[in-house]
């Protein structure tokens, strides 16, 4: 008689082997891939439910795009720091800019309208016939008189030539930066904006589904790989549940296993003992299974 046969290593079953490869591959990547959906949807730079949702599903080719603008902040971190210095040291003041804009929004008024009375007065002239001398000459004298009392003053042009002098150092050297700020800039709104009140819901909402989709899917994987057997550390948890506490399982294997897992092992363990019971029992248990049948056997039948 011999004991109860073994289970086969499981590095000797190559078809399991690939299975369960195949299936914690594929779990881990679903798993990888919603999380990432979801961050992808959180940097997402579309204003709407729909794009984020797009975003989401091309995570790969939106966070690599993410990346390098993320990159490409770190790579001029020094210049962008020392841009920032210069322009707090250096800027203008804003009440001055302010004056000065308004300054030469005016003066370009003026010098728009005088040329454009100095144009006209001089098409006026070109246009004098000895027939229309006396209609004429006093148009354009009216144009002349308009352009003359609109050019602007001889002051407000050296005031605004001393302003140009002073901000033009400033300027040119902002303008000599290659810095590309709204590419700096960019990603960070659009986070902030992401997370807005007006656009949280549907950035939540987008992320929320990637990752239990992504969950779903790849608890599905794992269901399929393992067939529905618990995974690596439910399993070993479980068996030293049973190696510190032998008694309780033995006393109460039905509650430990399920009532499913524990129908489908009686049911098997029953066959192959009635299949061959020298081959499923130990020495002791065979005998005393001969025992209680020798006693049956002994014992007169009842009805």
Do not use: C
Not at 219 to 232: E, N, V
């Amino acid at each position: 008689m011999t004991t109860a046969t073994t289970q086969v290593p499981l590095f000797r079953r190559p078809a399991e082997v690939g299975r369960r490869a195949v299936g914690v591959v594929a779990e881990f990547g679903i798993k990888a891939y919603g999380a990432a959906a979801a961050l992808s949807a959180a940097l997402s730079d579309s204003e709407t439910a729909g794009g984020k949702a797009y975003d989401a599903v091309h995570a790969v080719p939106n966070l690599k795009q993410r990346w390098d603008e993320a990159q490409y902040l770190i790579d001029h971190r020094r210049q962008i720091q020392t841009t920032l210095d210069y322009v707090n040291a250096n800027a203008p003041d804003a009440t001055q800019l302010e004056t000065a804009a308004r300054q030469s929004s005016e003066a370009l008024g003026r010098i728009t309208t005088t040329y454009g009375e100095v144009n006209q007065a001089w098409d006026s002239i070109k246009s004098i016939r000895p027939t229309n001398v006396l209609d004429t000459l006093p148009a354009a004298k009216d144009h002349l008189q308009t352009a003359w009392s609109s050019k602007p003053g001889l002051e407000s042009i050296q005031d605004l030539t001393a302003r140009a002098e002073g901000v033009a150092p400033f300027l040119r050297q902002v303008g000599s930066l290659d810095i590309d700020f709204a590419r700096v800039y960019g990603e960070l709104l659009s986070v902030l904006d992401n997370f807005a009140s007006d656009e949280i819901v549907g950035t939540v909402s987008v992320m929320v589904l990637a990752v239990v989709l992504a969950w779903v899917l790849g608890l599905a994987a794992g269901f399929w790989a393992r067939r529905g057997r618990p995974g690596i550390v439910v399993s070993t948890v479980q068996r030293l549940g049973v190696r510190a506490f032998p008694r309780w399982y033995a006393r109460n294997l039905e509650q430990a296993l399920g009532t499913s897992v524990y129908g489908v092992a009686r049911r098997r363990i029953q066959a192959d003992i009635v299949a061959d019971p020298a081959r499923v029992l130990d020495r002791a248990a065979y005998e005393e299974l001969e025992r209680h049948f020798r006693r049956a056997g002994a014992e007169p039948a009842t009805r």
